[in-house]
């Protein structure tokens, strides 16, 4: 049987669902493809203790503000699941589950979505698969070596499963210091980052850092310098688990260090330090192996996206960076969306994905309509 909605969107978290909002409100016919059972995206595989940074309200969806989680300011992943769910549900998305998709290729006038139920060709393609399903590891000498047990990010889930153990966690963004500050009291923990962690200031939220980057994407949208966003800020928002084990001294980095051994892990002076445990949260790389069959240009992970290049080499145009786009520059048929800021500045986030969906759906219907 052919399947031949105008689109495709493929991946059913945040982004997908945000993107399905709007295509929905323009009347344009689409379908979500999920590869995950069950809604709520990545948030249904996050580890125990994980809160958002913002008020429910700050971390919404386009249309409905998220309900408030009680006794909770800052809502956990659960909630946003269920957040996501009853999302699905109130718009009437069309998603289909589970679906994997295979491969992306070009078929005349079409994009043909290769699945493991079958195809599905489309006039247009919104790639919104994320990142959590693309752990990134670092090619740090040794590794190899290690006896103890190493994972990352995405297999964490609670600090009992290390208690009285040796344990290093590798990475000074966000991640690294929530899973440190939880490991502080049980573990004997061991917190490397390339460079000192910087703290972002305790009344920071998830409410200023929307404000930078929404505040850096008006100035980009103007041609005024970049404001540099979020990360001017800092790297780590002082969430009350973080804040509390930093200030009981619990969260004191040291240096990353040059190589693992058998039994841990080496620097470059020599000195050494026990480990039973590596968990290295050390961020993630675009999920896109589907995309390979269209032959797009990559630079360092990232496909180049029209108006931009990579988010490390930003175009510069009278002394000011461009905007970015989501709409592939080697296929107008295909957009990327929710990838970080290369996509949109905040498009990863609950609450910054809404605008760049809406031009996506907007771009879309210009296509069609065409």
Known sequence: MTRTPQVVVIGGGQSGLAAGYHLRRLGVDFVVLDAQSTPG???QHTWDSLHLFSPAAFSSLPGWLMPPQPGEEYPDAGHVVAYLRD???????????????????????LL??????????ARAVISATGTWWRPFLPAVPGRGDFGGQQLHTVEYRRPQDFAGRRVVVVGGGNSGAQIAADLAYDAQLTWAT????????????????????????????????DTGGVASLGD????????????????????????LAPGGIEWADGTRADADAIIWCTGFRPALSYLAPLGLR????HITTQGTRSADEPRVRR??????????????????LGYGDWTGPASATLIGVGRPAREVAREIAELLRG
């Open 41 to 43: 995206g990545a948030w």
């Open 87 to 109: 999302y699905e549900k109130r718009y009437e998305l069309p998603v289909e589950r589970p679906v994997r998709v295979s491969g992306v290729h070009r078929e005349g006038a």
């Open 112 to 121: 043909r979505v290769e699945t493991d139920s079958g195809a599905w060709h």
């Open 194 to 225: 390339q460079r000192p962690p910087r703290f972002l200031a305790d009344d920071i939220d998830g409410r200023a850092l929307f404000d930078a980057a929404t505040a850096r994407r008006r100035a980009l949208d103007e041609g005024r310098t």
């Open 236 to 259: 780590i928002v002082a969430v009350p688990p973080v804040r509390e084990a930093r200030d009981r001294g619990l969260l004191k980095a040291v240096p990353m260090f040059s190589r």
């Open 298 to 301: 990559v630079r360092r992970g």
């Open 319 to 336: 002394g000011h960076i461009t905007t970015q786009g989501t709409r592939s520059a080697d296929e107008p048929r295909l957009h990327l």
